[in-house]
């Protein structure tokens, strides 16, 4: 089994920027996917960003593209998600994921293990 803890959240002013942080335990997630994904108050859970196991390939959603970078430390058991140029539009509560086996990147199902997320929050 698989826990994941997020950290790093908080509230930020628009144009600013926060790093969140997902600490594995209980099992290595080197050999798994890993997964950003966030929730604003009344809408659906959304991919944000994904890396493989490696960290060779990184995927993001549109709306992040150039400002959001996922990374990984595999010796750390972690991934971290480096979020720059924040605006209110990001503020939602953010989820750490892990992926055992085959699926799209970018949906949620495909995912297997969640942490309990951390809250964003972007004032104008």
């Known amino acids: 089994q698989v826990q994941l803890v997020e950290s790093g959240g908080g509230l930020v002013q628009a144009g600013g920027s926060l790093r969140l942080s997902c600490a594995a335990s209980?099992?290595?997630?080197?050999?798994?996917?890993m997964g950003w994904f966030r929730q604003a108050a009344g809408k659906e859970r959304e991919f944000v960003a994904a890396?493989?196991?490696?960290?060779?390939?990184?995927y993001y959603a549109d709306s992040v593209k150039g400002r959001i970078t996922i990374s990984r430390d595999n010796a750390k058991n972690t991934v971290y998600l480096q979020m720059n140029s924040l605006k209110p539009e990001d503020t939602a509560v953010y989820y750490c994921?892990?992926?055992?086996?085959?699926?799209?990147?970018?949906?949620?199902?495909?995912?297997?293990?969640w942490g309990q997320g951390t809250q964003v929050t972007v004032s104008s």
């Open positions: 209980g099992r290595t997630v080197s050999n798994y996917p």
């Open positions: 890396i493989t196991s490696s960290g060779g390939s990184t």
């Open positions: 994921a892990a992926k055992r086996y085959g699926g799209l990147f970018n949906t949620r199902t495909s995912y297997d293990y």
